[in-house]
T-cell receptor
Framework: RKEVEQDPGPFNVPEGATVAFNCTYSNSASQSFFWYRQDCRKEPKLLMS???SGNEDGRFTAQLNRASQYISLLIRDSKLSDSATYLC??????????????FGTGTRLLVSP | EPEVTQTPSHQVTQMGQEVILRCVPISNHLYFYWYRQILGQKVEFLVS????????KSEIFDDQFSVERPDGSNFTLKIRSTKLEDSAMYFC??????????FGSGTRLTVV
């Protein structure tokens, strides 16, 4: 089973649409969870951390279900500039100190006018 | 905003040659990492470095790879004898304490 699994997409949506991405992870000891955004041939950039209580940052909402080992990202009112690959990322190191990030393969989002 | 700087942005090398990829982490960060991403694939952990030694390395990070922080600022990844399958984007990252990875913009390594 893959460590972090995502639907690769692409998701093609019109501007203004709401789109949701899902992710599952295999290591139940994982401690922290993130969504990163990656533009073509660029570095991953942190979009948001994901907390058990769910969290929101503007148009972006992230949810975590530890029991199901499931993470989601909801983007409301999609903009053209949201077109990118969204990476589900898990810190696989249960110890404090250094993190070892495990990345999903990413879900590609294309927002069209 | 502080940045992690990587050089060169693109390196082409012949199979069997040694390459050194350079990174300047953010100055007050304590943990340093290398990740790689083969074209079309996921980002993969290579190695973490703390207190001047390797904390953990993946099975990708075999004897052909080494890291060092020779002068307290630069953080380098050396590949001793490159193979075609080493062609990838290599990302350096640094973290101050626990959270908050900052990735560099990457070095694209092409082995021919």
């Amino acid at each position: 089973r893959k460590e972090v699994e995502q639907d690769p997409g692409p998701f093609n949506v019109p501007e203004g649409a709401t789109v949701a991405f899902n992710c599952t992870y295999s290591n139940s000891a994982s401690q922290s969870f993130f969504w990163y955004r990656q533009d073509c041939r660029k570095e991953p950039k942190l979009l948001m951390s994901v907390y058990s209580s769910g969290n929101e940052d503007g148009r972006f909402t992230a949810q975590l279900n530890r029991a199901s080992q499931y993470i989601s990202l909801l983007i409301r009112d999609s903009k053209l500039s949201d077109s990118a690959t969204y990476l589900c990322v898990v810190n696989d190191n249960p110890n404090t100190g250094f993190q070892k990030l495990v990345f999903g393969t990413g879900t590609r989002l294309l927002v069209s006018p | 905003e502080p940045e992690v700087t990587q050089t060169p942005s693109h390196q082409v090398t012949q199979m069997g040659q040694e390459v050194i990829l350079r990174c300047v982490p953010i100055s007050n960060h304590l943990y340093f990492y290398w990740y790689r991403q083969i074209l079309g694939q996921k980002v993969e952990f290579l190695v973490s470095f703390y207190n001047n030694e390797i904390s953990e390395k993946s099975e990708i990070f075999d004897d052909q790879f080494s890291v060092e922080r020779p002068d307290g600022s630069n953080f380098t990844l050396k590949i001793r004898s490159t193979k075609l399958e080493d062609s990838a984007m290599y990302f350096c990252a640094s973290v101050r304490v626990v959270y908050g990875y900052t990735f560099g913009s990457g070095t694209r390594l092409t082995v021919v």
